[in-house]
């Protein structure tokens, strides 16, 4: 008779781990598609380790891309998951093992001005980072510091910002002090 298996732990949340990641983004790269990390990964690939764990991929990507890249996704099991927030330049791809990639949209004039989407400044997409040992674009620090803020921060908030602000020499903004007690 087999011994009963156990179930696995209900606070076992899904994770974005870091194969998981670099192959979403190897995938989006070989199919043209001009992915920047944002968000704890855009972190962690600027500090060129991982420092915690990640229960989602944050990506921004030019809007033309979006339908290429739902397209490419749901043929892998990914499809929209609902939230209040969603809309046509951010919403949440997920798939059957939790895995979710947050997509925010952007598109910017010949000039490189901002005129529709997710309002990242052109320089803010300029980083440089890797997983795992392989290159891919990011937020760059100072964004990712400035991005940071303006919500309920949470210690990962805070741990994210205090690492970035060491490795890159940038103040810790005012608004994390709480944390520093």
Known sequence: MEKPRAPAPASAAPEMSASDALALVQLM???GI???LDG???VD???REQTRRHADLDIAIPHKD???LRRLLEARGFCEVPRDDSWECNYVLGDAAGRQVDIHTFTFDAGGRHVFGVAYPIDSLKGSGSILGCAVKCITP???VKFHSGYRLDEDDYRDVRALCRKFKIALPAEYA???K
């Open 34 to 36: 001009d992915v920047c």
């Open 29 to 31: 790269q070989q199919n």
């Open 45 to 47: 690939a600027l500090l």
């Open 178 to 180: 709480e944390f520093e």
């Open 142 to 144: 100072d964004w990712l």
């Open 40 to 42: 704890g990964w855009a």
């Open 66 to 68: 979006s339908e290429a």
